[in-house]
């Protein structure tokens, strides 16, 4: 898996270049480590590319959010500095969750989840990236996401709710080599 997230891009231009829609994941797999049901959180990776790509290739950037998710499972930050290290090394998520009856990933919590679509953020003309339009268009999203879930945190339990939207661009963060 060496060129796995350069594969992964070539099949992602691939797709775009044959009029495709493409979905991405900007949190990856530093998301699903650090999930956490009390706090709503949207993780960016530092490269920022799902942008990258959005402006080499003039496409939109549809955000979404899916407000409910989280709360299916019980997660627990026990192990987490070796399962961040474990991730960072072999590009696998270990996340540590229960559901109901504290059974591990096979019966969720019984919630409901709303996926929630925002306004377009556009890129204009596709052109190659540069770092400040990169970032640009970063706050645009970023933006848009915490308007988006402002209009719709009532769909959440009131005490997650009350926390607010994360939203982290992990350049910020350090400089571990987690994807």
């Known amino acids: ?32 480590v650090m999930t956490d049901e009390a706090q709503e959180a949207a993780y960016c990776q530092r490269g920022l590319g799902f942008i990258r790509l959005a402006i080499k290739h003039g496409l939109p950037i549809l955000p979404t959010y899916s407000f409910g998710e989280n709360q299916m499972f019980r997660c627990y930050k026990f192990g987490l500095q070796a399962r961040l290290a474990f991730a960072a090394k072999f590009w696998v998520a270990l996340p540590l969750f229960t559901g109901r009856w504290g059974l591990p990933w096979l019966v969720p919590h019984a919630n409901h989840v709303v996926f929630v679509t925002g306004k377009p953020v556009e890129v204009g003309e596709a052109r190659e990236p540069e770092e400040k339009e990169v970032l640009a268009v970063f706050e645009l999203w970023k933006r848009e996401m915490e308007r988006m879930f402002e209009a719709n945190k009532h769909l959440l339990p009131p005490e997650v709710a009350k926390n607010g939207l994360l939203v982290v661009h992990r350049a910020a963060l350090s400089k571990s080599k987690l994807p």
């Open 1 to 32: 898996m060496a060129d796995g997230v350069a594969e992964e891009i070539c099949a992602v231009q691939a797709l775009i270049e044959a009029g495709r829609s493409v979905t991405l994941n900007p949190g990856g797999i530093y998301e699903q």
